[in-house]
């Protein structure tokens, strides 16, 4: 009886020091993840309840600043949201069925297979700052070479200043948005196509399956996990986005290519409403895990 008290003893302690050694190995991920995204983000919910400059001590407001938010016509909350879903909805039915497209194609096993995948990768690999001064060149009213294609082409009624006028800027700010990253979700489901089976491929063409068909009802089911990541990832960028609207309009025309990012930089930086773009930035977190929810469970009902 004594023999087998000490046995669990030993083993009691030998347990608790494996999980101490467990423990230690993941403290500094752990403080690292508390110090960069649970402490900020418990900060800025802390400080949406505040009327705060960001110099003086702020003054509790409660829920002013939400409410400010959805009925000050002035910060243009609404308009910001409306195009950062705009973007989503061009993300997810523009962008991913073109990378989609493009990963079944290259996992064919065609000639010249990893060039093609370097050159749609380029995009996603150069600075955004590059591309915005890239795209600024190509909608140039004077010397871009949009307008100056459409004058070629004896289309000069169709000319703009494409980035200056309120009917084109959202659309202008778009096109190079879904163009960068292309390529990024291309990859990713590159990597899920490439991990399919040949066999079920093979199996699928002995029964007399085309290529489409393949990849249709053999390819596409299995990298369903993939495709639901890039939906997300598509969604929540977009909700997130930032550096291009930045360069190429700064939210301009007449705030009509807000988004919520460069609105939270005017609250912050032009107004100095630090309790404000608290209550965006909590927004912004609380919206992208909605949404992120949201397609989970829509691709599980699926499956």
């Known amino acids: ?21 467990i423990f230690l190995f993941l403290l500094p991920a752990i403080l690292l993840f508390v110090g960069i995204l649970i402490a900020p983000i418990i900060v800025s919910v802390y400080r949406s ?12 407001i409660g829920f002013e600043n939400y409410k400010e938010l959805f009925t000050n016509g002035s910060i243009k909350w609404m308009v910001a949201l409306k195009n950062a879903l705009i973007l989503a909805f061009f993300s997810v039915f523009v962008q991913l069925p073109i990378s989609l497209l493009l990963a079944l194609l290259l996992g064919r096993k ?9 050159v749609y990768f380029m995009p996603v690999l150069i600075s955004t700052v590059v591309i915005g001064q890239l795209w600024l060149k190509i909608y140039n009213p004077d010397y871009g070479l949009l307008n100056t294609a459409l004058d ?21 700010v778009i096109v190079p948005t879904v163009w960068q990253y292309i390529g990024y979700h291309m990859l990713l ?15 699928a063409m002995i029964d007399g399956a085309t290529n489409w068909q393949v990849d249709r009802y053999v390819v596409i089911p299995i990298i369903k996990p993939v495709i639901r990541t890039s ?8 909700l997130k986005t930032y550096d291009l609207v930045r ?9 009509t290519t807000e988004v919520p ?12 409403r630090y309790g404000m773009g608290s209550t965006i930035s909590v927004m912004l977190i609380l919206l992208c895990f909605a949404f992120s929810l949201a397609i989970s469970a829509a691709f599980k009902e699926k499956d």
């Not at 009886?1 to 101490?20: P, V, Y």
């Not at 939906?231 to 977009?238: E, K, L, P, R």
């Not at 360069?247 to 705030?255: A, D, S």
């Not at 460069?262 to 100095?272: G, H, I, Y």
């Open 1 to 21: 009886m004594a023999e087998n008290k000490t046995i669990q003893t030993k083993k009691s302690h030998k347990d608790f020091r494996k999980g101490l050694d």
């Open 49 to 60: 309840f505040q009327d705060w400059n960001g110099f003086s001590e702020g003054t509790f």
């Open 110 to 118: 065609y000639k010249g297979e990893r060039f093609f995948l370097s």
């Open 152 to 172: 070629a082409l004896h289309l000069s009624d169709f000319k703009h200043v494409w980035v200056g006028e309120v009917e084109t800027a959202l659309g202008s």
């Open 189 to 203: 489901m590159y990597a899920g196509v490439k991990g399919v089976s040949p066999d079920l491929r093979e199996a």
């Open 231 to 238: 939906v997300i990832f598509a969604v929540t960028g977009s």
């Open 247 to 255: 360069i190429l309009t700064e939210g301009g025309p007449f705030q």
């Open 261 to 272: 990012s460069t609105l939270l930089e005017n609250m912050l930086f032009l107004r100095n």
